[in-house]
C-alpha cells in the first residue's frame, strides 16, 4: 500500500477516535452532567439575621435551588423555617408579626395564668430566688418557651420528621455544650428544639437541654458551619455572613454587644479560611444595627436584598428561573388530635396537677392556640427550670411527649412598693416557699410595712382538674378621716360633726376549696372567721369603740377574668360573682341578725382605633335578711386602694363616703395611651346607694350620686403610676388622688 494511503488512513482513524470523545461530552453536557449542588450557609447575629430574609428573596428570584441549608442561631431559625417548606416572603411576613419585646420576656398572656399568677405578677416588682438564706438571679431572662411555642406551630407540616436530612430541604444547625464549649451538630431530633438551642444566647434565653447536654447559642463555637455544608454534598456554598466585626471600646457600651464581641473573638479569625472556601460571599452592611434591632427589621432585610444584588451574575449563574419555583406543598391544617399524654416521671408534682395547668385532656383535638396556652399555663407556675415537649407520630393521632425538670428553686423574695390615699406608704415584703408540706403546694406570706400595718398569709395546694384547697389569713389597718358613720348618719346627727377619724382593723382567716369549672371559670366555697374593730378619738369620749365582734361566715364565689392587663386591658371581659352568709357573731353591738350579703362585678373592655380603649364595668350588692350590722355594708369611695370587705371604688367622692346595704353602680373609662405605656383617661361613674335598694324599686331612678375623673398613669417596673382629679356635681369641691405601684 502507498505511504500517503496509509497516512491518511492513520489520520482518518485519529479523527474517528476524536470524534468519539468530542461527540458524546456534546450530547452529555446537556442530558446527563448534573447541575451542581448548591449549599447556603447562614451564620448568627441576632436581630442582624433578619438580612438572610433579603438574601433569600433575590436567590429565588434568581431561580436557585438550595440543595442543602446549614445555620446558627437567627441564621438556623431562619434556615429551619426555610428548609421545612417556607419562602422568603412567607418568612418576611412570619418575622413581620412576630411580636419580638413578647419573645425576648418570654412573654406569657395573662389569661393563661391562674387567679393565683396573676396575683403574683400584679404585686410584685422584683422577685429573687433563695435557696439555703441566700439570695440568687434568674440564669436569663428568658426560658425560650414563647419562641418555642411559635416554632412548633410554624413547623407543624413537618413535626413527625426527626431526620433532618429528610426535611424538604436537607438541613443542619450548630449549638454549643455550655460544659465543654465544643460545637454540637444538630441534624436530627425535634426540630424546634434544635432551633431553640441553636439560638438560646447567653443571658438572654435559658440553656437547652437536649440528650443530655445542656446547649447555648451555637455563634460561641461554630457561627458559619461550611465545613458540614460541604459534608452534606454541596458542590457550591453561598454564605452570608451576618456577625459583627470587632468593635473599638466606645461602640462597646451595652451588655449585649459586649457578649457578642467576647464570642466573636475566635469566630473573626476561623472566618478567614471560611470565606475562602466560600463560593459566593454574602456580607450585608449592618454596622449600624445591634443583635436586638429587632424593631429595624425592614431595614435590614433590605440590606440583605442590597448585599445580595451586588454579586447578582454570580449568583445567576446556578439559578434557573424558568424551571425553578420554590412551591413546596405544606400542611395548613392547624389542628392536633392528642391521643396520649406522656409526662416523665416527677418528684414534688402529681400528673393531675400538670395535665390541669394544660387545660386538656387526652383523646381530645385541640389547635396550636390551646397548645401553647396549656404549656403557657405550665411556664407560668414557674415550678420547672426546664420545659420542653414535642408531638411524635401516634396511631390515629399525635402523642404529646412533656419533658419537664423542677426548679431547685423553692424560695424566693419579693418586694414591692405602694402609695394610695387610704392606706399610705407601704413597703411589700413576701417570702414564698413551694413544696412545704405537699406536692403542688404554694406558701406565701406577705408583710407591708410603713404607715399602717398589713400581712396577708396563703397556703394552697394545686390539683389541677380535681379540687384544690387553701387556707387565707389577712390582717388590715388604717386610720382616717372618713365621710360615714356606717349607721346612715345617725352619729353625725348626736354629735353634729360631718367627718369621722376612725381606726379600722380586719382581722381575717378563710379556709376553702376550689376548682375549675367549664375551664373557664373558677368556682369555689369556704369558711371564714374575721374579727373587726372599729374605734374613733373624735367623739367626746376618750375613745369611742364602735365595733369589736367575731364573725363566723361561710361563702361562695364564681370568678372569670380574660383581662390582658389587670390595669391597662386591651381586651377581655371578667365576672365575679360572691355569696356570704354571717351565720354567728360574738355581737359586740347587741344587733346581730343572721344575714347573707351577695354582689356581682362584671366588666367588660374594647379598644379602637388602635389607641383608644374603653371599659364598662357594672356591679351591685344587696344584703339579705333583717337589718343587722351595718359595719360589713357596702361603702363606696376613692380610688387606687386594694378593696377589703364590702368596699369600693368611687370617683367623685373622697374613700368611705356613702354607705348603705345595697348599691347599684355602673362606670365607664376612655384611656388614651398617647405614647407607649404612658395613658391620659377620662372616668365617670354613676350609683344608687340606699338601704334596701332593690326591694324599694330605687335602683332603676336617676343615679343619686354621680362622679368624674381625668388622670394621667404611667406603666413602671414596680406597677402603674397614676394621678386623678376627680369631681362631683354634688359637692362643692373635688379631690386629687394619687397612686403608686401595684395595689395591695
Known amino acids: ?89 412567607q418568612i418576611d411576613s412570619i418575622f413581620h408579626d412576630t411580636n419580638f419585646d413578647e419573645l425576648l420576656k418570654d412573654y406569657i398572656p395573662r389569661t393563661s395564668k391562674s387567679f393565683y399568677e396573676k396575683r403574683n405578677d400584679e404585686l410584685y416588682a422584683i422577685s429573687l430566688p433563695l435557696k439555703k438564706f441566700s439570695i440568687g438571679v434568674p440564669i436569663a431572662l428568658s426560658k425560650g418557651m414563647y419562641n418555642y411555642n411559635l416554632l412548633t406551630k410554624l413547623t407543624n407540616n413537618v413535626r413527625h420528621i426527626r431526620d433532618f436530612n429528610k426535611l424538604p430541604i436537607p438541613f443542619v444547625c450548630i449549638a454549643t455544650d455550655i460544659e465543654t464549649g465544643k460545637e454540637v451538630i444538630l441534624n436530627e431530633g425535634y426540630l424546634p428544639q434544635a432551633l431553640l438551642a441553636s439560638s438560646a444566647f447567653p443571658t438572654l434565653f435559658s440553656p437547652v437541654e437536649l440528650n443530655g447536654k445542656m446547649l447555648i447559642d451555637g455563634g460561641v463555637s461554630n457561627n458559619y458551619p461550611i465545613e458540614e455544608i460541604r459534608r452534606m454534598g454541596a458542590d457550591i456554598v453561598i454564605g452570608v455572613d451576618v456577625q459583627d466585626d470587632l468593635k473599638d471600646r466606645n461602640s462597646l457600651r451595652e ?54 444584588f451586588a454579586v447578582y451574575e454570580k449568583i445567576k449563574k446556578y439559578g434557573d428561573s424558568s424551571n425553578y419555583i420554590k412551591n413546596i406543598k405544606r400542611s395548613v391544617v ?60 401516634a396511631k390515629g393521632g399525635d402523642e404529646l411527649l412533656l419533658n419537664l425538670s423542677e426548679s431547685n428553686n423553692k424560695a424566693f423574695l419579693k418586694f414591692g412598693l405602694h402609695y394610695d390615699g387610704l392606706y399610705k406608704s407601704a413597703i411589700l415584703v413576701n417570702l414564698t416557699q413551694k413544696k412545704s408540706l405537699f406536692k403542688n403546694d404554694v406558701l406565701s406570706l406577705d408583710l407591708g410595712f410603713g404607715d399602717n400595718i398589713r400581712y396577708n398569709l396563703d397556703y394552697y395546694i394545686d390539683n389541677g382538674f380535681y379540687f384544690s384547697f387553701g387556707f387565707k389569713s389577712r390582717y388590715n389597718h388604717f386610720n382616717r378621716n372618713v365621710f360615714t358613720d356606717f349607721n346612715n348618719g345617725e352619729l353625725f346627727d348626736e354629735y353634729n360633726i360631718s367627718s369621722l377619724n376612725v381606726d379600722y382593723s380586719d382581722f381575717t382567716h378563710q379556709i376553702y376549696v376550689q376548682t375549675i369549672f367549664a375551664q373557664k371559670f373558677l368556682i369555689g366555697a369556704g369558711l371564714e372567721l374575721k374579727h373587726l374593730k372599729i374605734d374613733s378619738k373624735t367623739i367626746e369620749e376618750s375613745s369611742k369603740e364602735f365595733e369589736n365582734s367575731n364573725y363566723s361566715s361561710v361563702f361562695g364565689y364564681l370568678k372569670y377574668d380574660s383581662f390582658d392587663n389587670k390595669y391597662f386591658p386591651k381586651k377581655g371581659w371578667s365576672f365575679n360573682g360572691d355569696i356570704q352568709s354571717y351565720l354567728n357573731s360574738s355581737d359586740y353591738t347587741n344587733e346581730f341578725n343572721r344575714f347573707t350579703i351577695l354582689k356581682g362585678d362584671a366588666q367588660i373592655t374594647r379598644t379602637f382605633y388602635k389607641k383608644f380603649n374603653v371599659k364598662i364595668q357594672s356591679d351591685a350588692g344587696m344584703a339579705i335578711g333583717e337589718d343587722s350590722v351595718s359595719f360589713l355594708d357596702f361603702v363606696l369611695g376613692g380610688y387606687g386602694f386594694s378593696t377589703i370587705n364590702n368596699f369600693k371604688h368611687f370617683y367623685g367622692y373622697d374613700f368611705l363616703s356613702i354607705a348603705a346595704d345595697s348599691y347599684i353602680k355602673v362606670s365607664t373609662t376612655v384611656d388614651l395611651e398617647f405614647y407607649k405605656k404612658n395613658h391620659i383617661n377620662f372616668s365617670a361613674n354613676f350609683a344608687n346607694v340606699e338601704n334596701k335598694l332593690f326591694s324599694t324599686g330605687n335602683w332603676l331612678s336617676t343615679p343619686r350620686y354621680t362622679g368624674y375623673a381625668v388622670g394621667y398613669a404611667m406603666e413602671t417596673i414596680i406597677g402603674p403610676i397614676e394621678l386623678k382629679y376627680s369631681w362631683s356635681p354634688e359637692l362643692p369641691k373635688g379631690y386629687t388622688w394619687a397612686s403608686i405601684g401595684f395595689w395591695f
Open 1 to 89: 500500500m502507498p505511504k500517503l494511503a496509509i497516512r491518511n488512513s492513520q489520520f482518518a482513524t485519529f479523527l474517528l477516535i476524536i470524534s468519539i470523545f468530542h461527540f458524546p461530552s456534546s450530547v452529555f453536557s446537556q442530558d446527563t452532567i448534573k447541575k451542581p449542588k448548591i449549599g447556603l450557609v447562614l451564620s448568627g447575629g441576632g436581630a442582624k439575621g433578619f438580612a438572610h430574609i433579603g438574601v433569600l428573596k433575590v436567590l429565588e428570584q434568581a431561580g436557585v435551588k438550595i440543595d442543602y441549608i446549614g445555620g446558627t442561631s437567627m441564621g438556623a431559625v431562619v434556615g429551619g423555617l426555610y428548609a421545612s417548606g417556607y419562602n422568603a416572603t
Open 255 to 308: 451588655a449585649t454587644r459586649i457578649l457578642v464581641q467576647i464570642s466573636n473573638l475566635q469566630m473573626i479569625e476561623s472566618m478567614k479560611s471560611k470565606i475562602e472556601k466560600t463560593d459566593i460571599y454574602i456580607k450585608p452592611d449592618i454596622t449600624n444595627y445591634s443583635v436586638i434591632s429587632f424593631d429595624q427589621g425592614k431595614e435590614i432585610i433590605k440590606k440583605g436584598e442590597e448585599a445580595a
Open 334 to 393: 392547624d389542628s392536633l388530635y392528642i391521643n396520649k399524654i406522656s409526662i416523665n416521671n416527677l418528684n414534688n408534682y402529681t400528673r393531675a396537677y400538670v395535665i390541669g395547668k394544660l387545660g386538656f385532656k387526652q383523646d381530645q383535638k385541640i389547635d396550636y392556640k390551646q397548645l401553647s396556652k396549656g404549656i403557657d399555663k405550665l411556664n407560668a407556675t414557674q415550678n420547672f427550670s426546664s420545659l420542653t415537649y414535642s408531638i411524635n407520630k
